[in-house]
């Protein structure tokens, strides 16, 4: 299996801007997480979603972010406009059902200028 | 709440024993431990489920008591490749299942 997929790997932006992070998840897992790592703040759950479904967006930070699971194979998390404060390393986590395992992809690094 | 980790930092010398302690406070239902170089994303190590097990791989091996709320992580015989950061995450029973929320983690670095 290829593992979780996430693209672009690096992102550069200038402030205002609208990004879109892409994440494949792992075949027939049926959970989906988007995490935010920074120095100060650490890895935080952002968002997760179960069979496409929203569940907790609990950790997502303001209005400007929002993410998308359209179907079982593919999600986006999208930042309108972004700030400096935005840059970070966005990983995607999937999982499957049977085992309580979550598998990370590489992430993308996002930098706001 | 995130779960607290001790200590932030170990240094090793090739060979050597380490021991990452991960504490929350509220009941636990699972602690899963992940290591993580840098530039690369975390990778799964291990889980441990409420039950009070403990288990290992190789010369990596964890605990969890659940009374406690604590999960350890013990590295025996430290090896250069054990280098990178460790996180804990812990999944709640209240309100948190399925999701995890993780330590700020403990950064080892083994030297020869």
């Known amino acids: 299996d290829a593992g979780v997929i996430q693209s672009p790997r690096h992102e550069v932006t200038e402030m205002g801007q609208e990004v879109t992070l892409r994440c494949k998840p792992i075949?027939?897992?049926?959970?989906l997480f988007w995490y935010r790592q920074t120095m100060m703040r650490g890895l935080e759950l952002l968002i997760y979603f179960n069979n496409n479904v929203p569940i907790d967006d609990s950790g997502m930070p303001e209005d400007r972010f929002s993410a998308k699971m359209p179907n079982a194979s593919f999600s986006t998390l999208k930042i309108q406009p972004s700030e400096p404060r935005d840059s970070a390393v966005y990983f995607c986590?999937?999982?499957?059902?049977?085992?309580?395992?979550?598998?990370f992809g590489a992430g993308t690094r996002l930098s706001v200028l | 709440q995130q779960p607290v980790q001790s200590p932030q930092a170990v240094i090793l010398r090739e060979g050597e024993d380490a021991v990452i302690n991960c504490s929350s406070s509220?009941?636990?239902?699972?602690v899963h431990w992940y290591r993580q170089k840098h530039g690369e994303a975390p990778i799964f190590l291990m889980i441990l489920l409420k039950g009070g097990e403990q288990k290992g791989h190789d010369k990596i091996s964890a605990s969890f008591n659940e009374k406690k709320q604590q999960s350890s992580l013990y590295l025996t015989a430290s090896q250069l490749s054990y280098s990178g950061t460790y996180f804990c995450g812990t999944e709640g029973i209240s309100g948190g299942y399925n999701k995890l929320i993780f330590g700020a983690g403990t950064r080892l670095a083994v030297h020869p």
């Open positions: 509220k009941a636990l239902y699972s």
């Open positions: 075949s027939g897992h049926d959970y």
């Open positions: 986590a999937s999982r499957g059902l049977a085992k309580n395992i979550q598998y």
